[in-house]
Nanobody, 120 residues
């Protein structure tokens, strides 16, 4: 499975961005597709995940971010609204066949990351 993320950029606080992640290859075994982020000097953290049936969010983004997937296009999205400076990070899409969606260690496939910078 190959993942290609895009959509990052510079935005003012309160603004919006939509990230995309195109998946290719053998995705039939994939259970969760997710977004993680890593801010400078910090560990990679879970942002949001989606399986075929449901979605999960980190508390820090709940109500502001929406994860979705277009199965026909093999594309994962992350709509980010009401962005805050603390959302600044490199965002990674990832895929796993396991169910422990919040742990980065279980993800076998990662995109290259896309930088989101939120200015105050």
């Amino acid at each position: 499975v190959q993942l290609q993320a895009s959509g990052g950029g510079l935005v003012q606080a309160g603004g919006s961005l939509r990230l995309s992640c195109v998946a290719s290859g053998s995705i039939f075994s994939i259970n969760f597709m997710s977004w993680f982020r890593q801010a400078p000097g910090k560990e990679r953290e879970f942002v949001a995940a989606t399986s075929w049936r449901t979605t999960y969010y980190a508390d820090s983004v709940k109500g502001r971010f929406t994860i979705s997937r277009d199965n026909a296009k093999n594309t994962l999205y992350l709509q980010m609204n009401s962005l805050k400076p603390e959302d600044t990070a490199v965002y990674y899409c990832a895929a796993t066949k396991y169910i422990d969606y919040a742990r980065s260690q279980v993800y076998d496939y990662w995109g290259q990351g896309t930088l989101v910078t939120v200015s105050s």
